[in-house]
């Protein structure tokens, strides 16, 4: 045991022991980069506050000397009420209806479609499928929630509407499928929305303790019998919330429905007609390059307006079943 | 008695063993740290009941007492590691070379420069074995890479590891033994040059061998660091130690020789304790 | 006992039989997702590879002649190097991959700093006061902004800046660098730097909440034992957090920033959408950047066009041709997002399995 007596002291005792706070670039640099920091947390707010200030200035009420507002222009109740939305012409109409009429029929398609698939693929990946297949089916399921929109519009348009609704639709039932149709648009919708259902349907399925599966299994439940009647309903609310989510993006989903669905707005349940969602109006109208200052311009607004209020109700319901949902678990 | 007897054993033969060593008195006087009336708070809940204790210089003090008694409360109160604790409080006055480590213009990096600290737990940083070794220097300023090396080879040999890792000192930290990982912990300790090296429970997750290991290296220590330990285990108190503290239940029953209070406590609960009546 | 268990027989195997049934159902869904992935898959693969048609097919023009003897398939290098073009047989995605790679490059330049200092304030130095749960319920809230309102922002506040610059228009704000000057227009108008800050406020939110899990995953012991060694916090987060953290964030980044990259909605409205034969800062090449050096200055302030905008484009046009050109765009474009979805899942991977704490 020769270590320590081999190796002289560190340093000789230190005499006077200075413990005192004092200026140092080290002290300085630690307040400067809290400051820094707290300053990128804020952006966030500031971008809200923007969003917020954006919409109140260019729809509701101009801030600007000499310039007005969309609601200033058009009355609420015409924006409600009216049953036309035809701004580019000369006989101007804005009436929400027939974009608010587009955006839910193709998000109800979507959902009919998305919500179940994505639930009953939850289903399977929590109880059913060995870790094995879950290890190798959540990276599937994440390249499907990175395809671009576009892309899906695009396959929306040469694959869905030409080889899946019309052999179907037109020539078995003949029903008239135009080009741009809400079905085909609801359709690829509802393939966008799997992925967002089935990871946090999974999330919520898997939450739930396995003691609550095990009890269903001692009273000789088959596995159909604890997944539906046990698991599914403790993780009820995680799962509404999911839904909750999912339908909102499928609200707020812009590309894929503006190239499958076409721009025509259209007051009417007929998904094999051309329908115009919001989304698709605020892309169509930027198309054409409108003048800043015009109605037209401005109405961009009023319709961005209303989808971020729907979708942020959405959401905020959601967080709140969410929350709800983490009380109960953890 | 026979338990009291076989204490004071190990207290005689660790005194044998020192005088051999060298030719100072078992027990320096000089007081290092001064802990006057703390009483500390988790939030509403208070775990430390008006301690008052002195540590003593270049002396390893050890703190006995049943789980949740308060000790490693205590030990964190001593470099302010509980400042990081959500709601924790105190009143009470901790005096380092006579100044109060709590007054408001003390700098806490400063303090915990002086007073290291290792875990029971071994917390190797998911780096080289060097770069754990040399992140306190480091972060103190020293850049300059062979002074580097230097204080990582002096380190790692005062904490008795330097033989076993002197050919891997960029591996991973990970990859070591869980004693290892401990005298690595120990290692880095004192390569920021500490004067008091607070431990706590060091040797409660190692194996036998790690542990007499681990003891050696705190019987070397105190020769230059003043040293505080809390340890569950009574006969490792009384090997290492040549103070120690009992805490029972938030308050600090006795605090003697370690000799004396492992022989003749004055205390009921200090006999009832280290004869094994409970806790 | 022999009645009741004759009377369940029935019903158990009823009861097993809807069992299975379901389990197909489940099974079935979970597959639904890959199916459609390969048809979509398909369906463009076989689009972008069936171009150009055999000259029988074409209508005989002469321009068709003209163009067949110096046009090649979509999918090969002449589609790389090219413009768009009035042609579909000449038309090429350069321009796009130039405008997407700078896209790309400048959100992340923006994203990464912003978000990673954003999650380290959040979890590191925010106590849970009322700052850090109203900031909390803020991102959660953005991360839901559909994406065509962060275009709305995007045209707002940065293309227009709310109209501030309206007196003096075509006036730019020239920057003294010493050693050179760059022309910055005001406001940004329709520019790649408009585009890059529109997408950074879209992928911020989810930077941030990726980044704020990776720094959660770090064990608190690893902050204690640095700060009884005398580390201050900011060389505790800076030392041994963020590097800690570092494979979940750069997991978390790469997700979003393909999620950036096959954005089209905020670039439209910001005005992207137009016919663009150059390609940012006139760089087509790694050499150009040592040639030309002042054009990576340059290019932040050019007018460009994106890989997702330029298929768009194509999907858009009335000739039936360029849909193929928009299949092969999509292949180029699905591929880029495949292999940055590839090293993200790889980096985690390697992450789960090399740490143990
Ligand atoms: N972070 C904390 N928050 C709230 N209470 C705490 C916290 N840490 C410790 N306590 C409480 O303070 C009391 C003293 O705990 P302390 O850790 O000091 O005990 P200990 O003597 O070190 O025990 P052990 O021997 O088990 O390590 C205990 O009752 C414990 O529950
Ligand atoms: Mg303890």
Redesign the interface.
């Known amino acids: 045991?020769s270590?320590?007596n081999?190796?002289s002291?560190?340093?000789p005792?230190?005499t006077g022991?200075?413990?005192?706070?004092?200026f140092s670039w080290?002290?300085a640099?630690?307040a400067g980069?809290?400051a820094?920091?707290?300053?990128?947390?804020?952006?966030?707010?500031l971008?809200?506050l923007?969003?917020v200030y954006?919409f109140l200035?260019?729809a509701v009420y101009s801030v600007?000397p000499g310039t007005t507002a969309f609601f200033q222009e058009v009355s609420l109740w015409n924006f409600l009420a009216d049953t036309e939305w035809s701004p580019q012409f000369a006989d101007k109409h804005f009436g929400i209806l027939p974009l608010l009429c587009g955006t839910f029929v193709i998000a109800g398609i979507g959902s009919l479609i998305g919500l179940?698939?994505?639930l009953?693929?939850a289903?399977?990946?929590s109880?059913?499928?060995k870790p094995k297949f879950r290890r190798m089916?959540k990276?599937?399921?994440?390249?499907?929630a990175?395809?671009?929109?576009?892309?899906?519009?695009?396959?929306a348009?040469?694959?869905v509407t030409p080889?899946a609704l019309r052999p179907i639709f037109q020539s078995l039932l003949g029903i008239d499928v135009d080009i741009f149709n809400a079905m085909s648009a609801g359709v690829v919708l509802g393939?966008m929305i799997?992925?967002t259902v089935?990871s946090l349907s999974e999330d919520a399925l898997r939450a739930v303790p396995r003691g609550l599966r095990e009890a269903g299994y001692a009273l000789g439940s088959?596995?159909?019998?604890v997944?539906?009647k046990v698991v599914v309903p403790a993780a009820f609310s995680g799962i509404v919330a999911s839904f909750l989510?999912a339908i909102?993006?499928a609200?707020?989903?812009?590309?894929a429905v503006?190239?499958a669905a076409g721009q025509m707005p259209r007051l009417s349940l007929n998904p094999f007609r051309s329908m115009e969602t919001m989304?698709a109006y605020?892309?169509g109208a930027?198309?054409g390059?409108t003048p800043?200052g015009t109605i037209e311009y401005k109405s961009?607004?009023a319709v961005?307006f209303t989808?971020?209020l729907i979708?942020?109700g959405?959401?905020?319901l959601?967080?709140w079943v969410m929350n709800r949902f983490r009380e109960v678990y953890e | 008695m026979t338990i009291m007897q076989s204490f004071t054993e190990l207290v005689h033969q660790r005194q044998q063993r020192e005088s051999a060593k060298r030719n100072r008195p078992v027990e320096s006087e000089v007081t290092k740290l001064d802990v006057r009336n703390l009483n500390f708070f988790y939030g509403e809940k208070q775990a430390l009941f008006d301690v008052s204790m002195t540590v003593a210089e270049r002396a390893v003090t050890a703190f006995i007492g049943p789980s949740g008694c308060g000790k490693s409360t205590f030990l964190r109160a001593l470099n302010r590691m509980n400042d990081i604790i959500e709601g924790a409080h105190h009143n009470g006055t901790v005096l380092l070379e006579g100044q109060e480590i709590y007054a408001p213009d003390v700098d806490v990096v400063s303090l915990r420069k002086r007073v290291g600290m290792v875990f029971q737990k071994s917390t190797p940083f998911p780096k080289s074995i060097f770069d754990n070794v040399a992140y306190g220097p480091k972060i103190a300023g020293q850049r300059n890479h062979k002074g580097l090396s230097e204080i990582v080879e002096q380190s790692l040999k005062r904490a008795a590891l330097w033989d076993e890792v002197k050919d891997r000192l960029q591996d991973s930290a990970l990859a070591l033994s869980g004693g290892q990982q401990q005298r690595l912990c120990i290692a880095r300790a004192l390569a920021t040059n500490p004067d008091v090296l607070l431990m706590d429970e060091p040797a409660s997750a190692l194996d036998p061998a790690s542990t007499s290991r681990v003891e050696d290296l705190i019987f070397e220590l105190k020769q230059n660091y003043t040293i505080v330990i809390v340890t569950h285990n009574m006969q490792q108190a009384a090997r290492i130690s040549d103070w120690t503290a009992f805490f029972y239940q938030g308050y600090l029953i006795e605090k003697d020789h370690t000799q004396k209070l492992f022989t003749t406590p004055k205390k009921k609960q200090t006999e009832d304790y280290i004869t094994g009546r409970f806790g | 006992m022999s009645v009741p268990t004759k009377l369940q027989e029935p019903h158990l195997a009823r009861r097993h039989r809807i069992d299975k049934a379901f389990e197909w159902v489940c099974c079935g869904s979970t597959w639904f997702g890959v199916v459609v992935l390969g048809m979509l898959l398909l369906s463009v693969g076989w689009k972008a590879l069936t171009w150009p048609p055999s000259k029988a097919k074409l209508p005989s023009s002469p321009v068709a002649t003209v163009e067949a003897t110096s046009s090649s398939a979509p999918l090969s290098t002449r589609f790389f190097s090219s413009y768009d073009s009035r042609k579909p047989r000449e038309a090429g995605i350069l321009a796009a991959i130039w405008g997407s790679l700078w896209l790309i490059v400048l959100v992340a330049l923006f994203s990464v700093p912003i978000g990673v200092g954003s999650a380290v304030y959040l979890e590191e130095y925010a106590n849970d006061g009322r700052l850090k749960r109203i900031i909390q319920v803020n991102l959660s809230n953005l991360a839901g902004v559909p994406s065509i309102v962060y275009a709305l922002l995007g045209m707002t506040a940065f293309v227009k800046m709310f109209g501030f610059f309206t007196k003096d228009e075509g006036k730019s704000l020239v920057i003294n660098l010493l050693f050179t000057t760059v022309d910055v227009p005001l406001p940004f108008d329709r520019t790649l730097i408009s585009g890059a800050l529109t997408l950074t406020l879209l992928v911020l939110p989810t930077v941030i909440v990726a980044s704020q899990e990776a720094l959660r995953a770090v064990p608190s012991s690893i902050r204690t034992a640095s700060y009884a060694l005398g580390a201050t916090q900011w060389q505790t987060i800076r030392y041994q957090v963020i590097p800690a953290a570092m494979p979940g964030i750069m997991t978390g980044v790469i997700l979003a920033l393909s999620r950036a990259m096959g954005e089209a909605a905020p670039l439209m409205l910001i005005g992207a959408l137009t016919y663009v034969a150059y390609t940012p800062g006139d760089i087509t090449s790694v050499s150009d950047i040592f040639k030309n050096p002042h054009g990576l200055l340059d290019a932040p302030f050019d007018k460009f066009t994106a890989l997702p905008l330029q298929i768009y484009q194509w999907i858009n046009h009335p000739r039936a041709e360029y849909g193929h050109l928009a299949a092969a765009g999509i292949m180029v474009l699905l591929t880029i997002l495949l292999l940055m979805n590839t090293v993200a899942i790889v980096i985690r991977h390697k992450f789960q399995k090399c740490t143990r704490w």
Request: charged fraction near 15%; aromatic fraction near 10%.
């Open positions: 045991m270590l320590a081999a190796v002291p560190l340093t005792p230190k022991l200075r413990l005192q706070k004092q080290a002290r640099r630690e980069v809290r820094v920091l707290l300053g990128c947390a804020s952006l966030s707010l971008t809200t923007a969003i954006m200035t260019e600007t179940p698939i994505g009953a693929a289903i399977y990946l109880e059913y499928a089916m990276p599937v399921l994440e390249v499907l990175g395809i671009p929109s576009v892309v899906y519009g695009y396959f348009l040469v694959f080889y393939v799997i992925p089935c088959t596995k159909y019998d997944s539906l989510l909102s993006r609200i707020g989903e812009t590309m503006c190239i989304t605020m892309v930027s198309l390059d800043a961009l607004y961005g989808l971020f979708t942020l959405m959401n905020i959601a967080n």
